[in-house]
Nanobody
Framework: VQLVESGGGSVESGGSRWLVCAAL????????IGWFRQAPGKEREGVAG????????TYANSVKGRFTVSQDKTKTSLFLHMTSLNAEDTAMYYC??????????????????WGQGTQVTVS
């Protein structure tokens, strides 16, 4: 599984940003896919994820109502629409996928494939 993120950059506080993850599964099944972030000096945390073919989305409390995760019909692209951004959203954002059927959409430990990350800086 290969994951490539794009869309990061600098944004003003209160602004919005789209992140995109291109997912190449190469025949391997994935059960969860989602977005994580890591700020300097902090642990990596789950932001928003999707589990299963039904596409049920899960969000961290800190982003509920502000971020929306979605994927296209072919499931080759995962999106994160971020609104009402603030300085606490500044982090490296990663796309990740899990090949574990019992994955939890926001649990870092369940994910075995990661992209290289894209930086989002809110000022």
């Amino acid at each position: 599984v290969q994951l490539v993120e794009s869309g990061g950059g600098s944004v003003e506080s209160g602004g919005s940003r789209w992140l995109v993850c291109a997912a190449l599964r190469d025949g391997e099944s994935t059960y969860c896919i989602g977005w994580f972030r890591q700020a300097p000096g902090k642990e990596r945390e789950g932001v928003a994820g999707i589990k299963g073919d039904g596409g049920d989305a899960t969000y961290a409390n800190s982003v509920k109502g502000r971020f929306t995760v979605s994927q296209d019909k072919t499931k080759t692209s995962l999106f994160l629409h971020m609104t009402s951004l603030n300085a606490e959203d500044t982090a490296m954002y990663y796309c990740a996928a899990s090949t574990r059927a019992a994955c939890s959409a926001l649990d870092v430990r369940d994910f075995d494939y990661w992209g290289q990350g894209t930086q989002v800086t809110v000022s």
